[in-house]
């Protein structure tokens, strides 16, 4: 484990501010690239959080993108209902 990451981090979510409301990505505990928290990090352990942001991705199984690459090879405007049109 990288003390300093997790320090810096730790040190960066005691500065924020205690009355979060739903909106703040802070009161979501999910840190995206984005934030002033990550965005505050030094460089090497910025690029340590993104080495372990890479590890927790997984691949989506072949059937679900031959089902996505099937539905855009068949998708027709016209059997759109109007309603989901965007004219």
């Known amino acids: 484990p990288d003390a300093s990451l997790y320090d810096s981090i730790k040190k960066n979510l005691e500065s924020i501010e205690s009355d979060l409301i739903w909106h703040d990505p802070e009161a979501s505990t999910v840190f995206s690239d984005e934030s002033s928290l990550v965005q505050n990090l030094k460089i090497r352990q910025k690029r340590h959080f993104l080495e372990l942001r890479e590890k927790m991705k997984c691949e989506l199984p072949r059937e679900i993108i031959s089902k996505c690459e099937e539905f ?5 405007r016209e059997h759109m209902p109007n309603n989901f049109r965007n004219t």
């Open 72 to 76: 855009i090879n068949n998708f027709r």
